[in-house]
């Protein structure tokens, strides 16, 4: 017992230092530290320098997947706000129904007729590969900053279809070793969705009464939210095995949606413990891996492996999508980003275990493809997921508004819709509930508060924007923008009510805008010149967009001799210090600003074709 002991401590001591070294590679080399978490395991497993070997923890090994991958899901659920992303959900519901039953059919076949695994065991397969699974597309997302709505549809896919792959690779499982019927096979599936559900949601609602009607400490609060976890995770298992999962994303998913005090310093305290529990999982299954067992497979599956990366994986997303508002860019972004982690990796090793025990073939070459496709999936999401959604233009610009009134609301829902990230800092919690409406992400709160404007994101905002009714405020946090945060005179732009205070914003070289002066020149300029601003009707149902040259088939090229929409037109080109006319004749240089006016969607086809 000595032995153990200290063997577990030394595991425990080997993880902490590798997840540190792995974080300051991840900093390092700007990519997701689960890339260098799975070299560092097999490097220190068996196969190579031998150092750790995780079967010596027996059935605890188990226990502390379970209990790792528990946490894990429970915090990618906490983090997910449903009222917020209304606009997604029909999307992601389909891609964890209609685009796991693609995949699952899809990986099994392959399987079957290139790998040539048994139809059952391939089944298995085809189950697991369906989770994408938050433990490795949470960092993703996270560091590359994709699309808003991008990045949360592929957050609650993982998170559910974490849930989902599990039951169903559960139930094609003990079909192979109990031979279920038909009508069992339909009770096994309810029963197990069941018990997840009506736990999670009894967690879900016991939890956040106990924290909405007492007053604790964080202390307490944290203690209470983990030992929520494990028993909701445990009594899940006990009633109904493999449906804790699927408990434990519902009960992280209504806490992240409810209203309650302290979810800021749970996702803080939960996100430091999820660190530390990817780290011991990824690393411990990583040490697991037998070169043999890959190589038991060979070239076969590696092809089918790409299958699913590129056919599989976009057929699933784009059928799942078809009738959602996700532009084609983002459903391309979405298909490539779908790593597979760590609940396949931990489940092929249990059902392998098992089918040994048993002593029905497959189990080892089971495992072998699984990891293959983990390795594959996550290296290839890890190195490429920036460099594919710089390519796809889905890196959009993060903008700061302070005030969600009449003018912030309207101005928010045009970034929105023009893809870009957009956070609005609101003290009314009427209009807050207006802006979650209509799918805008809000944080209520004071502005002139610095630790409202972090939990806002200010310090990765591009543009802040000031757009209160009261000039005051608006002042004001335009010189915490600037001074406390060093944002730049041209990132910084401010709404001022009363015209005798633009000096003030002026004099702090803050750009400002007053609407009483600007509707008034807009009127002026009507008056006997009725089609000089009629660019502004546009604005209703276009966009007026500024876009710079990047695309090396457009430049050198005349205006006249690109294919531009009809309802579209090129206004000026800026090119250094010099702006002129975009007359046809006009030749485009690369790094050219031009400025585009177009009706519908014809402003954003110009910038794809000149920006591509």
Known sequence: MIVESIYLLQIALAVLIMSLLAQSLSKLFKMPVLIFLLVEGIIIGPEVLGILDPTLL???????????????????????????????????????????????????????????????????????????????????????????????????EGVLNDAVSVILAALVFEVIISELSGFEVVGFLLYRAMIGLVMGLASGFLLTRFLSRSVHSEQVVRFVTFTSVIATFVISESLGAESGILAVALFGIIVGTSNVPYKAALKEFKSDLVVMMLSLIFILLAAMLKFEDIFRIGAV???????????????????????????????????FVGPRGVVPASIATYFAIKLNGLNITGGQELVGLVFLTVIITVFMTGFLSK???RFLGVIPMEILVVGGGE?????????????????????????????MKSGIRVVHGDAEDVNVLKKAGIENAKYFIASTDQDNTNLLVCQIAKTK???????????????????????????????????????????????????????????????????????????????????????????????????????????DMVTVIGEGDAAKIVADLLGR
């Open 485 to 591: 945060f060093g944002f730049k005179e041209d990132q910084i732009i401010a709404r001022v009510n009363n015209m005798e205070n633009l000096h003030a914003f002026w004099d702090l070289e803050i750009r400002a805008m007053s609407p009483a002066m600007s509707t008034a020149l807009f009127l002026d300029n009507m008056v006997g010149r009725p089609h000089m601003f009629s660019m502004c009707e546009v604005g209703e149902g276009g966009d007026i967009l500024e876009v710079k040259v990047t695309n090396p088939k457009v430049s050198g090229k005349a205006i006249k001799e690109l294919s531009l929409p009809e309802d579209s037109l090129l206004l000026m080109v800026r090119r250094g210090d010099e702006s002129f006319i975009a007359n046809g004749n006009l030749v485009l240089e690369f790094d």
């Open 407 to 435: 003018v912030g609301r309207i101005l928010s829902e045009r970034f929105e819709k023009r893809g870009e990230n957009v956070v609005v800092i609101e003290s009314s919690e009427e209009n807050c509930q207006r802006l």
């Open 387 to 389: 460099p594919v959604a």
């Open 58 to 156: 027996g059935e605890g090994l188990t226990a502390i997947v379970s209990l790792s991958v528990a946490v894990i899901v429970f915090d990618g659920g906490l983090h997910i706000d449903v009222k917020s992303i209304r606009s997604i959900q029909q999307g992601v519901l389909s891609l964890v129904t209609v685009g796991v039953m693609i995949t699952f059919i899809c990986a099994t076949f392959f399987t079957y007729y290139i790998v040539g695994l048994p139809l059952d065991i391939s089944a298995v397969f085809g189950a697991l590969v369906t989770a994408t699974g938050p433990t490795v597309i949470t960092p993703v997302v996270r560091q590359v900053r994709v699309n808003h709505r991008v990045s949360k549809a592929l957050e609650l």
């Open 301 to 335: 599956g590696i092809i089918v492996v790409l299958l699913l990366i590129f056919f599989v994986r976009p057929l699933s997303v784009f059928a799942s999508t078809a009738r959602t508002t996700f532009r084609t860019k983002e459903k391309l972004f979405i298909s």
